[in-house]
DNA sequence: TCCCTTGCGGTACGGACGTATCAATGACAG
DNA sequence: CTGTCATTGATACGTCCGTACCGCAAGGGA
């Protein structure tokens, strides 16, 4: 029944594999005959282009699926439905799923930076101090979809991270330059008297992490949060 | 080989079943019998008496694993394994996985509420809200072996309750009693002029918590998060 | 003596998981 | 025509997971 197959070509007969997809050619040579002799495929390939890639198309999947329903729901096959591939394409592109996910976390990481340099330089006054350090501590909270959603992967990540030396890496990568630019952007708008502006950098950063953690559960609304930062920055700035 | 048990008691054969341990006796009252001619067991049975419970035991072992190697790895078997007794144990005391780690976060989250009342009324100067106020916040902080294992597994856990709704639920128990506490201390430990003092401590808790996960990577010093929280204190409270 | 309850041992079931294996495909080079 | 390459299809393997099932142990109450 499921022995015994012969070539499409030459008609020898073939001895079935233990595993993996079934044989149709006896031969390279019969293949290639066969593939030549047809010219002229059903669909003339549409040739999507993923000009992305296959393996940003893969890591973007991870993201959904992450934000959505959580890191533990990120398995291979789940990963392959969501990109719409096979789970042999994932297994390709990425050497184990260790790999894959530390990759997805590692491209989110720059992602967040390019996203966020984007919509700070987009800003009108982009030249005035006390608007770039709101905008740049506002980049930190959940205050639309995407950054939603990139703070919910992120968080799930960060839970990851502290038993995964692979995923802290990420995380520790580059020491505190968010806290040094917060703390040069308040200096830059003119601190108060006697206001340590590194104590200060510390503090709103920290702050506006776990404010952020607040609103993604719905425990604080975006107006609470912005009217704490509000508060916080003209009491740090002097003039108003 | 496999079939044909005969009852220790009355020797009468036995059909072995399709699951489970195998039989024994033929009957209630062949096993009682057997009880019964036994009497006095080989060990007079220590009857250890958990104290505490054995649901508690199996709780400690989630924390202890969720700590240590991340809520994806506790499961049933390694929760069974680390608390010291049989699989079948876990799953007699709870009615499924779930449910236990519903019942551990909340545990944990009492567990937390009590230590932290006694702490802070172990201290000397109990009635100094300035030194209540410190306490209160620095119990937020992984500032010891405890508190770090406590705030990792809280971590783990927020992370799922942004898929889990029973999760969440509990997060969200208590509106923001702890914000208002702090409030209520900056209000009593007398308050610079022109504070708002449900800004400032919504900041306190925010940053406090933004500050602690930054321990828990190693991002921070003890040191230098005590210095902060020093100085933010100082500049909130009138006086010295 | 019998029934019932609480607690637990031992194991089986069915499914999901990460990964390995082998072949087919389409394009190109020699 | 043949070889090679990057990519993908189609399973199969072995393991682990949560849970279901059946029985034993020890005692309480009638």
Redesign the pocket.
């Known amino acids: 029944m499921r022995d015994e197959i012969t070539c499409r070509v030459c008609r020898g007969a073939i001895r079935p594999?233990?595993?993996?997809?079934?044989?149709?050619?006896c031969s390279?040579?019969c293949?290639?005959?066969?593939?030549?002799s047809?010219r002229d495929?059903p669909v003339p390939?549409p040739?999507e282009a993923e000009p992305a890639g296959?393996r940003r198309q893969i890591v973007e999947a991870v993201w959904r699926i992450a934000a959505e329903r959580g890191l533990q729901?990120?398995?291979?096959?789940?990963i392959a439905a969501e990109a719409e591939?096979?789970?042999?394409?994932v297994?390709?592109?990425f050497a184990?799923?260790?790999d894959l996910l530390v990759t997805a976390l590692r491209m989110l990481h720059r992602e967040n930076e390019i996203r966020a340099r984007e919509r700070i330089i987009a800003l009108r006054d982009a030249a005035d101090p006390r608007v770039l350090l709101r905008a740049t501590l506002e980049e930190l909270l959940p205050l639309d979809d995407q950054r939603q959603a990139s703070l919910r992967v992120m968080a799930a990540y960060y839970a990851r991270s502290l038993t995964d030396p692979a995923l802290a890496e990420v995380f520790l990568h580059d020491a505190n330059p968010l806290e040094d630019l917060v703390a040069a952007l308040i200096t830059a708008a003119g601190p108060g008297p006697s206001i340590d502006v590194a104590r200060e950098a510390d503090l709103l950063v920290g702050g506006v992490s776990g404010l952020g953690l607040d609103l993604l559960h719905g425990r604080r609304t975006r107006a609470d949060v912005r009217r704490t930062l509000d508060y916080h920055l003209g009491r740090i700035l002097t003039g108003r």
């Open positions: 594999p233990a595993r993996g997809r079934r044989p149709v050619y390279r040579a293949q290639a005959r066969a593939y030549r047809r495929p390939v040739v296959r729901m990120a398995t291979v096959r789940e591939v096979s789970p042999r394409v297994q390709y592109h184990d799923k260790h």
